[in-house]
C-alpha cells in the first residue's frame, strides 16, 4: 500500500534555508506516471500547493513561491527533497507531501505532515 | 488570499442536506472539469472526497457528491452525520503553469 512521510527540522530561524524529505513506499518515480506534491497549511488557515515533481523529472512550482522552492527526487531512496530558502515567520506551517498520478488533478495519498515553526 | 472562493462556514443537523460552493475563474475552475474535494478532520492530513468535479473515489460515501456550474463549483453532503463534521477544501486545476489551486476551506458544523 501507499505510504509517505515527511521528516525535516521543526525549528528553523528566519533567513535559514528549509530542507524536508518525503520517504514514500507502495510506489516507485522510476518510469511509472506517478507524481509527488508538498502542500503547506499554516495553522488555522487553509492549503496552499507548494510544487510537484513528476516521475520524468517534470517540476512545476506555485508562482508565488517559485524563486524560493526547489523539488527534486532521489529515485533509489523513494525520496522527494523540497527546500524553500529565506525562510520567514509566515512561512510557519504543516507541509505534506502527496501522491497522484500523472493525468490526475488531485492528491489521492497524503503523508501525516510536519509541523516547521519559524522563530529567532 | 486563496484562489478559490469558499464560504467560511456551513452546518446542517442530522440527516439533512447541505451544500458548499467554490467559485473561481475560467482559468480554473470554469475552465476544466478537473476540481477536486476534500475532506480535513482536526490534526488530520486532508482525504480525497471528490475528484473530477464528481467522481467519488472507492470507499467514499455516495452521500457525497459534485458539481459545476460555470466559474462555480459544488459539494453536496445528503443525510449528514456527526462524522461529516469537518473542514472541507476544494481544489482546482488552473493550467500548466499555475497546475492546482486551493479554496479558503468551509468548516461544516453538524448541529
Known amino acids: 500500500q501507499i505510504a509517505l512521510k515527511e521528516s525535516g527540522p521543526t525549528l528553523v530561524k528566519p533567513t535559514q534555508t528549509l530542507t524536508l524529505t518525503c520517504t514514500f513506499s507502495g510506489f516507485s518515480l522510476s518510469p511509472s506516471g506517478v507524481g509527488v506534491g508538498w502542500i503547506r497549511q499554516p495553522p488555522g488557515k487553509a492549503l496552499e500547493w507548494l510544487a510537484l515533481?513528476?516521475?520524468?523529472?517534470?517540476?512545476r512550482y506555485s508562482p508565488s513561491l517559485k524563486s524560493r522552492l526547489t523539488i527534486t527526487k532521489d529515485t533509489s531512496k523513494n525520496q522527494v527533497v523540497l527546500t524553500m530558502t529565506n525562510m520567514d515567520p509566515v512561512d510557519t506551517a504543516t507541509y505534506y507531501c502527496?501522491?497522484?498520478?500523472?493525468?490526475?488533478?488531485?492528491?489521492?495519498?497524503w503523508g501525516q505532515g510536519t509541523l516547521v515553526t519559524v522563530s529567532s | 488570499q486563496s484562489a478559490l472562493t469558499q464560504p467560511p462556514s456551513a452546518s446542517g443537523s442530522p440527516g439533512q442536506s447541505v451544500t458548499i460552493s467554490c467559485t473561481g475563474t475560467?482559468?480554473?475552475?470554469?475552465?476544466?472539469?478537473?476540481v477536486s474535494w476534500y475532506q480535513q478532520h482536526p490534526g488530520k492530513a486532508p482525504k480525497i472526497m471528490i475528484y473530477?468535479?464528481?467522481k467519488r473515489p472507492s470507499g467514499v460515501p455516495d452521500r457525497f457528491s459534485g458539481s459545476k456550474s460555470g466559474n462555480t463549483a459544488s459539494l453536496t453532503v445528503s443525510g449528514l452525520q456527526a462524522e461529516d463534521e469537518a473542514d472541507y477544501y476544494c481544489s482546482s486545476y488552473a493550467g500548466s503553469n499555475n497546475l492546482e489551486v486551493f479554496g479558503g476551506g468551509t468548516k461544516l458544523t453538524v448541529l
Open positions: 502527496a501522491h497522484r498520478y500523472d493525468f490526475d488533478y488531485y492528491f489521492d495519498y
Open positions: 515533481i513528476f516521475w520524468n523529472d517534470d517540476k
Open positions: 473530477e468535479v464528481s
Open positions: 475560467s482559468s480554473d475552475v470554469g475552465g476544466y472539469n478537473y
